[in-house]
């Protein structure tokens, strides 16, 4: 792990704060989103939406900046393609 790479994780955590944060922001300025108003709720389903991307923003930057990440996407593809694939 780098410095860099923890300061970069950093600032991806702070953008899905501020996505999740500020959902009704984006809401009033991108719009609503079809798929999230058909499938997660008659109203809220878009700032339902928002705010997910912006949890999943955070989980992912702060994986980034722990080093993680590789744990994760070895275990995705020996789950995906039956491997034996080994992280150290």
């Known amino acids: 792990m780098t410095i ?3 300061i970069l994780g ?3 955590a702070g ?3 501020l996505i999740t944060w500020k959902s009704e922001w984006l809401l009033n300025n ?3 989103i079809a ?3 058909k499938h997660l709720g008659s109203e809220g389903g878009s700032r339902l939406m928002y705010k997910l991307i912006g949890i999943l923003f955070i989980i992912i930057g702060l994986m980034y900046a ?3 990440t590789d744990n994760l996407i070895a275990s995705i593809v020996n789950v995906v393609f039956n491997t034996q694939i080994k992280v150290e």
């Open 4 to 6: 860099g790479k923890f």
């Open 10 to 12: 950093l600032l991806i």
């Open 15 to 17: 953008g899905g704060f």
């Open 30 to 32: 991108f719009g609503r």
């Open 35 to 37: 798929f999230a108003e």
């Open 66 to 68: 722990t080093d993680l």
